[in-house]
């Protein structure tokens, strides 16, 4: 437990900042199933409609900085794959 005043607010900030990151990343990993979803379903023309939505919500992870860059084009490049070997 913290005893000087700035530490107790930066864990205050950081329980925060915490709970906001688990937020993203949640919606991240809804978007993610629903699009394995989709395309686990077969409708490649419902698949190609959501995939933009889900390359946006994991940029505006990255952006938020809570996904790293090369984990975000590791993600959309799997994602990719599997859009397109679904023809």
């Given at each position: 437990?913290?005893?000087?005043k700035s530490?107790?607010?930066r864990t205050l900030v950081?329980?925060?900042k915490t709970e906001q990151n688990k937020i993203i990343k949640t919606q991240v990993k809804?978007?993610?199933k629903k699009f394995l979803a989709v395309?686990?379903?077969g409708d490649k023309?419902?698949?190609?409609?959501l995939f933009p939505d889900v390359c946006s919500t994991i940029d505006g992870a990255?952006?938020?900085g809570v996904l790293k860059k090369n984990t975000a084009a590791n993600k959309k490049s799997?994602?990719?794959?599997?859009l397109n070997a679904m023809a």
């Open positions: 437990m913290p005893n000087i530490a107790k607010k950081i329980e925060k809804n978007q993610v395309v686990a379903s023309v419902a698949a190609t409609a990255v952006t938020k799997g994602l990719a794959k599997k």
